[in-house]
Nanobody
Framework: QVQLAESGGGLVQAGGSLRLSCAVSGRTLGDYAMAWFRQAPGKGHEFLAGTGLSGETTDYADSVKGRFTIARDSAKNTVYLQMNSLRPEDTAVYYC???????????????WGQGTRVTVSS
């Protein structure tokens, strides 16, 4: 029912910034809690950041707290992940995810995007 499409990945130098976008279609963004995950080679999906249905609350993994910011623009049906002070270890495929509750989107999201690759050079 809902489709997610990430964009904004690419190559960036260490210390630089990048903003990822997740376009939501098929349903209204406000119907879903949203989250960002990433997957590095040989690793599972790592939760990075999440936001409630209205974006009034946010939750961050310790590894990105203070560097990454999740935000949502209801008018554009888009969720963003602003990434600052990027490090080579941030290199991964980044995914956005959606579900109808905050708990589910963090633990076992029902809907996933296709991913966008981020490479941070040293």
């Amino acid at each position: 029912q809902v489709q997610l499409a990430e964009s904004g990945g690419g190559l960036v130098q260490a210390g630089g910034s990048l903003r990822l976008s997740c376009a939501v279609s098929g349903r209204t963004l406000g119907d879903y809690a949203m989250a960002w995950f990433r997957q590095a080679p040989g690793k599972g999906h790592e939760f990075l950041a999440g936001t409630g249905l209205s974006g009034e609350t946010t939750d961050y993994a310790d590894s990105v707290k203070g560097r990454f910011t999740i935000a949502r623009d209801s008018a554009k049906n888009t969720v963003y992940l602003q990434m600052n002070s990027l490090r080579p270890e941030d290199t991964a495929v980044y995914y956005c995810a959606a579900d109808v509750t905050t708990l589910k989107v963090k633990t076992s999201p029902r809907y996933w995007g296709q991913g966008t690759r981020v490479t941070v050079s040293s």
